[in-house]
């Protein structure tokens, strides 16, 4: 069974930087994409950034540039290094693992970012 668990969110103020971690728990976590998703209040949840099994990664337009997704498949960690926050990007930020019809989410971790 595969666990994930977010670490990471906070305050911090516009222009600030902060950088989330998901653990993952189980096994093969090498065949899973991971992606970081985002919920704000009221609005729906949408992708943030996902990396694949072999490292490549995609960005949505939002976060292109500001936002930096690794992966790290000896911890079996995957971490959003999130520059140049803005009000914006208020919201809960859940972890998200996908290997073909398995999908996991973790619990979220909020992060708030004041003007």
């Known amino acids: 069974q595969v666990q994930l668990v977010e670490s990471g969110g906070g305050l911090v103020q516009s222009g600030g930087s902060l950088r989330l971690s998901c653990a993952f728990s189980g096994s093969a976590f090498g065949s899973y994409v991971m992606t970081w998703f985002r919920q704000a209040p009221g609005k729906e949840r949408e992708w943030v950034a996902f990396?694949?099994?072999?490292?490549?990664?995609n960005y949505a337009n939002a976060v292109l540039g500001r936002f930096m997704i690794f992966r790290d498949n000896r911890k079996n960690t995957v971490d959003l290094q999130m520059n140049s926050l803005k009000p914006e990007d208020t919201a809960v930020y859940y972890c998200?693992?996908?290997?073909?019809?398995?999908?996991?989410w973790g619990q979220g971790t909020q992060v708030t970012v004041s003007a």
């Open positions: 990396i694949g099994t072999t490292g490549g990664t």
């Open positions: 998200n693992a996908q290997s073909n019809a398995q999908t996991y």
